[in-house]
């Protein structure tokens, strides 16, 4: 395992974090194997990942039974058995957790997104969420819309970790680095201890190239034909250089020296879509020191057996980065559209999946 591609990606300061959870893996030994065998040190889930956990398990009939016998909506009992599957999970990387001193070990588990553009309802229920999993190495998963911008300063704020989930654009992940400082500000102001807030800042990947691929498809130059595949990556690296300025602020630098953590980034949506693609793509060229790489089972396992790592693939690569924008704009790419787009589709396909989830639970319930 020491020589395996995970392990020289976690040497290379990649915390690995598995994009999936189920009962059956929580139950069967699976999680633990993957820390021992594969190097994952965190888990993410969302409305999609827990509605295909609900259909497919029968590990849930025992509880989904005693749920409607005690007369639970699909909303309650979603709200039920979701968080028993993110606090059964903390308890599993509760070893990671305290090893890490809090940075990794984590498992975010997600509001409703129904409240993706309503504030207040947001705060409310992240903290009901994290009242519930009641585990200290749990996090809260926002959505990066404006909504949610300001809803992750009140949350940090209490006291709660968050992982801030949809961001698309650089201009909206600044926007979220300065709702995280300012949600520290105001947690200073209550009396909470800096150093036990932890937050992510969850950048997709994949869903940017699938997107602007469409486009440059559309376009048909071999100009734009050259630059498919290469908005992704750009937009990454590009967060990654936003990152290291934003948190060498003043305001950030001040934070920290008082105990406070830096908001590390996220890969999220690390799959490749387009099959033509080396399947590690998102992972091996985005490795930087202290990213968050979340990836589904399917990358993961393609990464262990075949990965190339070869150290830092992000900072070297900033002028690279720069041009393929330049490019894109110069063959007709709005990418302000592109990232509008993306976030509106993000949200819809979470409330598309948060109603196949209450729809699963509602027949599970009525057939108890």
Same mark, same amino acid.
């Given at each position: ?34 820390? !021992? ?30 749920? !409607? ?68 190495? &749990? ?18 704020? &209490? ?79 590009? &967060? ?21 953590? &830096? ?106």
């Amino acid at each position: 395992m020491s020589n395996s591609p995970t392990a020289q990606l976690s040497a290379a300061g990649v915390s690995i974090w598995l994009d999936d959870l189920s009962r059956e893996r929580i139950t069967s030994g699976n999680l633990q194997a993957l820390i !021992a065998e594969k190097n994952v040190v965190g888990v993410t889930t969302n409305p999609t990942i827990f509605a295909g956990a609900l259909t497919n398990g029968e590990s849930y009939a025992a509880q989904v039974k005693q749920l !409607a016998a005690a007369g639970a909506d699909a909303e309650a009992a979603v709200f039920e058995i979701t968080t028993d599957d993110v606090a059964d999970a903390c308890d599993i990387f509760r070893g990671v957790f305290d090893a890490t001193n809090g940075v990794d070990g984590r498992v975010s588990i997600e509001v409703s997104p129904t409240l993706a553009h309503d504030a207040p309802g947001t705060v409310d229920e992240a903290k009901r969420l994290w009242a519930k999993v009641n585990k200290p190495n &749990a996090l809260i998963k926002i959505p990066a819309t404006l909504a949610g911008l300001e809803a992750i300063t009140d949350v940090i704020g &209490a006291g709660i970790s968050v992982n801030v989930t949809l961001i698309f654009s650089l201009e909206r992940y600044e926007a979220v680095i300065k709702a995280y400082l300012a949600g520290l500000e105001k947690a200073k102001a209550n009396g909470h201890d800096l150093s036990k807030i932890h937050s992510v800042a969850s950048f997709f990947v994949s869903r940017v190239d699938t997107e602007v691929d469409n486009r440059l498809n559309s376009i048909g130059t071999p100009e734009a034909l050259a630059l498919k595949s290469k908005a992704g990556l750009a937009n990454a690296r590009l &967060a990654y250089e936003l990152y290291e300025a934003q948190f060498n602020t003043p305001q950030a630098v001040s934070l920290l020296a008082d105990g406070a953590n &830096a908001q590390r980034p996220l890969w999220a949506s690390t799959g490749v879509k387009d099959p033509a693609l080396p399947d590690t793509l998102y992972v091996t060229e985005l490795v930087a020191a202290g990213i968050v790489n979340t990836m589904p089972e399917k990358t993961l396992d393609a990464t262990f057996d075949h990965g190339i790592v070869t150290g830092d693939t992000i900072t070297t690569n900033y002028a690279d980065a720069k041009a393929v924008f330049a490019a894109l704009a110069a063959v007709g790419i709005d990418f302000e559209d592109v990232t509008n787009v993306l976030e509106s589709e993000g949200v819809s396909k979470f409330i598309i999946s948060w109603g196949e989830l209450l729809e699963t639970v509602n027949t599970a319930l009525a057939g108890a």
